[in-house]
Each structure stands twice: as structure tokens, then as C-alpha cells.
């Protein structure tokens, strides 16, 4: 299936992991320590949006407990900085257009493990949504508050 999505940027999917307390969850990235992020990850050929959002899900957070609440009406884009992009995109994306999934989050905290696959974290906790754009990388941050505006109902 061929994912629809805006020229020049990458297909991605973003996760929004909501606990029951309403908290979401983040993890830091080694080489941006000083932001928090929700999980995310590209759409690989083949793969639909939801596939790959169950995937990254795995793959980032190392747990499958969750179940899935809603899916973002749009595909959101940002611009990656060129010092942050990546090598292997040999200059094809300018950023990535996101398709977001809100989750509920069915197990505990000994059910993460972010060390599952090949780290993407380095450390996770979990954080109230009116805080997720303030430690944000900058170049995120209008996606948080684009989606946090969407999600709003699930984590208020």
C-alpha cells in the first residue's frame, strides 16, 4: 500500500503512550539530551501506518501493551535540521510528515523496556501533556502542540 504523504518529507508514524493517570510517555535521545520526545519511527515499504506504529511501539518502548484509542486526522510535517539529518536520507527528505496514534497504555512500568531492541532512549518517564512542548527539541515542537490540540480530550 502506498502511503500518501507530502513530497520531501519521510513517511513516520508518532505515538502518543498515555497511561492511566493521563501522563504520556517520553524518552531522551542520546544525542539530544536536553529534549524529550514520544516515541516515533519511519513507515517502511509495505507497511501501513498502523503496522508501523505497532512496530515502533515494540521497538522503542519494548512493550505491546497498549491499545489503540484514535489515529490523527492529518499527516503533520516538521523540517529536521540538516546537521541533525540523518546520512542515509542522502538529502531525499527535508523533515517527516507524521502520522500520529493515541494509545492507552495496559501494562506497568516493568512492562518497558526501552533496551529491547536497539535503543533508541536512554532514559523514559513519564510526563504531564502541558509539558511536553517545553522539553521538546525546538523543531518538534509545534507537532506536540498540533497533536496535543487533537488528543486533548484523552489526556486532559
Known sequence: ?????????????????????????????????????????GIDRGETPVEAACRELGEEVGTTRALLLRESREWITYDVPETLRPPYWKGRWRGQAQKW????????????????????FDAWRWTAAHELTATAAPFKRAVYVTILKEFADLVS
Open 1 to 41: 500500500m502506498k502511503v500518501a504523504v507530502p513530497k520531501f518529507y519521510r513517511p513516520n508514524v508518532g505515538l502518543m503512550l498515555i497511561a492511566p493517570d493521563r501522563r504520556v510517555f517520553v524518552g531522551r535521545r542520546p544525542k539530544l539530551p536536553d529534549a524529550w520526545q514520544m516515541p516515533q519511527g
Open 101 to 120: 496514534f493515541a494509545l492507552a497504555f495496559t501494562g506497568t512500568d516493568a512492562d518497558i523496556d526501552i533496551a529491547a531492541h536497539t535503543p533508541e
